[in-house]
């Protein structure tokens, strides 16, 4: 399941609606923003897992977008008010959504969210290293392999 199917229902009645220039603008902008949402999350699952959501990370990472079961449970409850299922494709579907989403509302740009995604920092130059796992880290080469699949 990828989150392209939210566009289905807007895109095909998109091209009947007429409406005023303002509408049209806010649609336009509407679906733009689920756009770019949609790759950004396409991006990180298929860097992440491959699209795998069953995959398990060496550092107790979970499912296609690799949720750490701390993050997992603290963006659950920001979000749910309740520690949602992590083995439910839908949850993570939806639980990366919001993340998202809140982070292009706070006025991160994809790359930033790249980096936030893979380190918990908004700023990716010169973080490389090991993390307390002993498994490797290099937060601009993610981000470049975001950019480089995010572009295309």
Known sequence: MTMLL?????TMYAPDYVGDREER????DTLKRYEIESKILSTIRFIESRDNYQAV???GEYGAYQWLPSSWAYYSLKFYDKVLDITVPA????LSL???RWL???GYTPNQI???WNSGSKEWMGRTGFNKHGIRYDVPGYVKKFNKIFNT
């Open 98 to 100: 919001r993340k998202v």
């Open 91 to 94: 949850n993570q579907d939806s």
């Open 114 to 116: 790249a980096s936030f």
């Open 57 to 59: 990370g060496g550092s």
């Open 104 to 106: 292009l509302d706070k």
């Open 25 to 28: 603008r806010v649609l336009y």
């Open 6 to 10: 939210t566009l289905i229902p807007l």
